[in-house]
């Protein structure tokens, strides 16, 4: 394993971890019109590689935000026999997280290209230690 492929799994993970977070952040800003503050300062990414060629993305988030995402089942009474109006559901998280998966693996399989190798391998030369 070579340090230009380790190299490029981490800045693979973290575009991606950082688009995440932005395209979150702009659903988010669209579809909720209650914010405390919540769900934008309790998300954050964290890139963890290791000495082999993997690396782990862990995005941590508030628990509620999933259930945001979760649309409710339709039919519901109250007390006087009327249909209740059920909340809709926020596209703030599954769409977003699992249609990232997709691009994720598509980039760590297919992405590593000779240009790819040797821009990483001019920048790793540039760097001063």
Do not use: C, W
């Not at 559901?89 to 290209?113: D, K, Q, S, W």
Request: glycine share 6%; proline share 2%; no cysteine.
């Amino acid at each position: 394993m070579s340090i230009i492929q380790k190299e490029f799994v981490r800045r693979t993970l973290e575009e991606e971890g950082h688009n995440i977070n932005d395209v979150q952040t702009q659903a988010i800003n669209k579809y909720l019109k209650f914010r405390t503050g919540r769900l934008l300062r309790g998300r954050k990414y964290d890139i963890e590689g290791s000495g082999e060629m993997d690396g782990k993305l862990t995005i941590t988030h508030p628990v509620h935000q999933r259930f945001l995402d979760i649309k409710p089942k339709n039919v519901s009474v109250n007390m006087q026999g009327f249909r209740k109006r059920s909340r809709k559901a926020f596209p703030i998280h599954n769409r977003i997280v699992f249609g990232h998966l997709n691009r994720i693996a598509f980039n760590l399989m297919y992405g590593l290209t000779e240009e790819v190798r040797e821009s990483i391998k001019n920048d790793l030369d540039n760097q001063t230690i």
